[in-house]
Nanobody
Framework: EVQLVESGGGLVQSGGSLRLSCVAS????????ISWFRQAPGKEREGISY????????QYSDSVKGRFTMSTDNAKNTLFLTMNNLQPEDTAVYYC????????????????WGQGTQVTVSS
């Protein structure tokens, strides 16, 4: 199983930016989908971004489209999520995940998950 470790969360004011990192123990051909999810207190987990490493296609949820951007550093097995114009409703624990991703934005087809990193946006 691929090991994932997120970092980069923190407290930021509304309108600010953060960049989350997710270091993977390996990139495998079977786990070709990489995604970010988030879960706010009392809410269901939300799939917010998706990258297919085979064809480089991406998807973003409407809630983050135009503000959040995924990128990768393959040499370092690292996935990034750059988050701009953060709003209080973006407050959540953010997780990266890998798998086949066929069910995105559901997390059902993601087999490897990180431990999560907290993002808190103050108004």
């Amino acid at each position: 199983e691929v090991q994932l470790v997120e970092s980069g969360g923190g407290l930021v004011q509304s309108g600010g930016s953060l960049r989350l990192s997710c270091v993977a123990s390996e990139f495998t051909a079977d786990d070709y989908a990489i995604s970010w999810f988030r879960q706010a207190p009392g809410k269901e987990r939300e799939g917010i971004s998706y990258l297919n490493t085979i064809d480089d296609s991406t998807q973003y949820s409407d809630s983050v489209k135009g503000r959040f951007t995924m990128s990768t550093d393959n040499a370092k097995n690292t996935l990034f999520l750059t988050m701009n114009n953060l709003q209080p409703e973006d407050t959540a624990v953010y997780y990266c995940a890998m798998g086949t991703g066929r069910s995105f934005p559901s997390g059902e087809d993601f087999t490897s998950w990180g431990q999560g990193t907290q993002v808190t946006v103050s108004s």
